[in-house]
């Protein structure tokens, strides 16, 4: 089952789908908890918003993308009546999340019992919904953590094992955001510690410094791995790397996307092509230059449904 904002569907019911997207990321932390904790939305914020969105999503539809995984944690601004109103507009599913939704600081002051208190909450997320929209309960299709450069520190570990408790109670998969491939080691030494089945871990980001070495070391132990930094002028490199996944036989562990910000690219000159080329021109980049069409369709279709299924 697949978890969207309008309700779950059937994993063949994904078709084509960009794996990491924000629709509007914000860093104002008391706005965005008001819209977690308090199912309080601005009402001409999120109009504007949708505004700015509603023209991208329709044109990404009409170029074949049929679900889009929204990364932004609640406390990253997570607006799931903007998320709900737009899929219901264009009709693409969209995927919300749980996850980082409290300051890190908060790890300083209560550290005992944390990992447990947090992975409650997150169990929680998934039981009874993120909120009640339309009567339709908005439940998340997998847990987002966000880690700090510079290594796995105290509070990185504590919420992965948060996600890893609340990964085990509910099935929900998790998305981590890791920049840096040399902490990916200790990230797996975690999981393993903590029994997290390797098909519910995706590592996002692991084609920001396209570690071969590494990317080996994570899918050979079952893990999965994100390319989703797929913007223009990173196509061959990108190309390449799913190459590496083909001749190395672990393309059934790869999610794509492109990690833009709809709101953001909204405002600049071209946002919807440069959106969209993802299906209209790396896509067919891939294709021409050497790339099976089935294999990579198979990798944006069946693979996000096959790990963002519970």
């Known amino acids: 089952m697949i978890y969207t904002v309008r309700g779950p569907i059937d994993k063949t019911q994904m078709g084509k789908t960009l794996a990491h997207e924000h629709f509007s990321w914000i860093s104002d932390e008391d706005f965005a908890s008001k819209m977690y904790f308090d199912k309080q939305y601005d009402e001409s914020y999120t109009q504007k918003l949708f505004d700015k969105v509603l023209p991208i999503l329709s044109e990404l539809s009409a170029s074949g993308c049929q679900t889009i995984v929204e990364a932004s944690p609640p406390l990253g601004g997570q607006n799931l009546k ?27 002051i209560f550290q005992e019992n944390f990992e447990v208190q947090l992975a409650k909450k997150w169990i ?43 990964c085990n109670a509910t099935g929900m998969p ?34 920001h410094e396209g570690h071969l070495e590494t990317i080996l070391q994570v899918v050979e132990k079952g893990y999965w791995v994100g390319f989703d930094g797929i913007r223009e ?37 071209n946002g919807i092509e440069r959106y969209c080329a993802f299906f209209n021109v790396f896509i ?8 099976p069409q089935e294999v990579i369709e198979s990798i944006i279709i069946e693979n996000s449904a096959r790990f963002y299924d519970i």
């Open 124 to 166: 929680q997320d998934f039981k009874e919904g993120l909120d009640v929209i339309d009567d339709v309960c908005i439940k998340p299709g997998y847990i987002k953590l966000l880690f700090d450069r510079g290594g796995v520190n105290a509070v990185d570990e504590a919420m992965l094992k948060a996600a890893a408790i609340a």
């Open 284 to 291: 067919p980049y891939c294709i021409k230059n050497g790339i």
């Open 174 to 207: 998790i998305h981590c955001h890791v920049l840096e491939a040399e902490h990916m080691p200790k990230v797996i030494t975690i999981l393993q510690k903590m029994k997290v089945p390797p098909h519910k871990f995706v590592w996002a980001h692991a084609d």
């Open 82 to 108: 903007l998320l709900y109103d737009l899929s219901y507009k264009t009709n693409v599913n969209i995927i919300s999340c749980t996850g980082m939704n409290i300051t890190k600081y908060a790890h300083r």
């Open 233 to 269: 002028g990173t196509y061959e490199s990108r190309k390449k790397l799913i190459e590496h996944a083909i001749t190395y036989n672990y393309s059934h562990q790869v999610i794509l996307s492109e990690d833009y910000d709809f709101c953001e690219e909204s405002e600049k000159k």
